[in-house]
T-cell receptor, first 114, second 106 residues
Framework: NAGVTQTPKFQVLKTGQSMTLQCAQD?????MYWYRQDPGMGLRLIYY???????DKGEVPNGYNVSRLNKREFSLRLESAAPSQTSVYFC?????????????FGPGTRLTVL | GENVEQHPSTLSVQEGDSAVIKCTYS??????FPWYKQELGKRPQLIID?????GEKKDQRIAVTLNKTAKHFSLHITETQPEDSAVYFC?????FGAGTRLTVKP
């Protein structure tokens, strides 16, 4: 089992460019999450998906969109990147709804917006 | 929504000493409280969790205690070792604390 995988590992964008971060899990989990991690601020929830076909906003959704393509895959899109979106992005999955159980995290994507 | 505060932000101890990290939360409906460890450049990984129907849980050198009345829960690490050095995060209902950087000096 690969667990949770993310691509790419690193990305540099210019302000205004767009990109999609990909996430996939092979644990048959219903719930998937996208977080961003900034120094001194812990992990902040961007969006989550409690099941295939549903998505909900988290704490910091502005500037992002998501797609739950199927049960395995949950992508995060930045339509017009801004320097404030420079961060490390983690995808996670859980067999529990609304994080009532362990989350399994991907390796992260380090994004720099110039 | 839920608000989680974590203290201290940094903690330095001598090898063999104990370390305690505390988190408070605001939503009385929260009923699952995990602790994650993140080593430098790595992903967060669950080390212990507790549910609201239990007051304490232990796993070898780590333990978590929960006080639902006061809305706080704590991570206790005994006999600390250099490999315990990492950032530790608490969480409640999809909200994470800001993290505690623990350094264990040999």
């Amino acid at each position: 089992n690969a667990g949770v995988t993310q691509t790419p590992k690193f990305q540099v964008l210019k302000t205004g460019q767009s990109m999609t971060l990909q996430c996939a899990q092979d644990m048959n989990h219903n719930s998937m999450y996208w977080y961003r991690q900034d120094p001194g601020m812990g992990l902040r929830l961007i969006y989550y998906s409690a099941s295939e076909g549903t998505t909900d906003k988290g704490e910091v959704p502005n500037g992002y969109n998501v797609s739950r393509l199927n049960k395995r895959e949950f992508s995060l899109r930045l339509e017009s990147a801004a320097p404030s979106q420079t961060s490390v992005y983690f995808c996670a999955s859980s067999g529990w709804d609304r994080v009532l159980g362990e989350q399994f995290f991907g390796p992260g994507t380090r994004l720099t917006v110039l | 929504g839920e608000n989680v505060e974590q203290h201290p932000s940094t903690l330095s101890v001598q090898e063999g000493d104990s370390a305690v990290i505390k988190c408070t939360y605001s939503d009385s409906a929260s009923n699952y409280f995990p602790w994650y460890k993140q080593e430098l450049g790595k992903r967060p990984q669950l080390i212990i969790d507790i549910r609201s129907n239990v007051g304490e849980k232990k796993d070898q050198r780590i333990a978590v205690t929960l006080n639902k009345t006061a809305k706080h829960f704590s991570l206790h690490i005994t006999e600390t070792q250099p490999e315990d050095s990492a950032v530790y995060f608490c969480a409640a209902h999809m909200r994470f604390g800001a993290g505690t950087r623990l350094t264990v000096k040999p």
